[in-house]
């Protein structure tokens, strides 16, 4: 176990906690008015706390997702244990009895979406740091729901998105091609479309469009991409995660000074296709993970951001030798290194 954390770790050495490779520094706690050590113990151990979303939200096949299963079976919590952090029970997000009798797929995912906001909440307001093991990008809306809600005089918070995807998901119900609702969280969560699934995830109030950041997205449909430009979401490059540019902490700084804390949420298919050879949508010139990583890194640095979601990892027999796995874990890993840098 050791050599296999060794090996997740050792290529995230990046910038030093003081500089960030722009030559600038992360936001103060004074200048973000969030604690920027929120999240450790009295020992000075980052607490984490990992929640699984199987429910997808997908048609005509089955409900629950393996992929969040299959990232927890591979031993992600005993790997955080031995890199000297908190990790708290794994939680699963479903469904009551009573829930278990309703129909619909949409329905019954923004049910378990609404358990996952629930999830996320307590565990912010406790000090736990929530890595979501997500089965699809669908489960966006309960992470974003749960921050949003995280607050300890119940007042809803401002949440900001950086969003990691092959995609920008930002399609609707009248512009997409597909009609899958994967390729719509983001819509959603600006307050596009599908307004009941939202506030059932427990995203009471749409996003700011200005509160959105997309990075490495290449692959948008054509009405995808008039509504991304009209709706001015921020773009950034692969290149500018490869090189942690300017822009990228430039980004992270304007989110930390317009919103109250920040998601960062990553669909596996952003990755180079190498690294996920069995996701049925990659696009060619991802990030590696160890660039992805070392970016996340820096992002986590930054005090406002507070939560990681991976999603739609090949599970499996769609990951032959593991290497989606390990990359998840990388990205995991490089993600908590930021926040123990603050």
């Not at 997740?8 to 003081?18: F, G, M, Q, R, V």
């Not at 060619?284 to 993970?289: D, M, N, R, V, Y």
């Not at 070392?294 to 986590?300: H, I, K, N, V, Y």
Request: charged letters at 25%.
């Amino acid at each position: 176990m050791r050599s296999l954390l060794l090996a997740l770790t050792l290529p995230l050495i990046a910038c030093s906690p003081e500089t960030a490779r722009d030559g600038t520094s992360p936001p103060t706690s004074l200048e973000t008015t969030m604690d920027p050590l929120r999240y450790r113990d009295a020992g000075g151990r980052i607490r984490t706390s990992l929640v699984k979303q199987p429910f997808h939200g997908g048609r005509n096949v089955a409900e629950l997702s393996r992929n969040p299963d299959y990232l927890e079976e591979g031993g992600i919590a005993r790997i955080l244990a031995d890199a000297g952090h908190d990790v708290g029970p794994i939680r699963t997000a479903g469904l009551t009895p009573e829930e278990d009798e309703e129909y619909g797929e949409w329905h019954r995912m923004g049910l378990a979406n609404g358990h996952l906001a629930g999830l996320v909440a307590e565990n912010e307001n406790g000090g736990r740091l929530t890595l979501g093991l997500l089965g699809n990008c669908n489960a966006l809306l309960g992470m974003l729901g749960g921050l949003q809600r995280s607050s300890p005089d119940g007042v809803l918070r401002r949440v900001g998105l950086v969003w990691i995807d092959a995609h920008g998901d930002f399609n609707t119900p009248e512009t997409t091609l597909s009609g899958m609702l994967g390729g719509m969280p983001v819509a959603v969560a600006a307050g596009l479309a599908l307004e009941r699934l939202r506030r059932e995830s427990g995203l009471e109030k749409a996003m700011n469009d200005t509160d959105i950041v997309m990075a490495a997205v290449r692959d948008l449909d054509p009405e995808e991409r008039e509504l991304v430009q009209a709706h001015g979401i921020v773009q950034l490059t692969t290149q500018d995660l490869r090189e942690r540019s300017g822009a990228l902490h430039a980004q992270m700084r304007r989110l930390s000074e317009s919103t109250d804390i920040i998601y960062v949420h990553v669909d596996m298919d952003v990755l180079d296709p190498a690294e996920v050879p069995g996701h049925g949508l990659t696009v060619p010139g991802g990030p590696t993970s160890q660039e992805l990583a070392a970016a996340l890194t820096e992002m986590f640095r930054y005090p406002k951001v507070g939560g990681l979601g991976i999603a739609s990892t090949p599970a499996y027999e769609d990951d032959p030798g593991g290497i989606s796995r390990q990359a998840a874990y990388r990205l995991i890993l490089g993600a908590v290194a930021g926040v123990a840098e603050r």
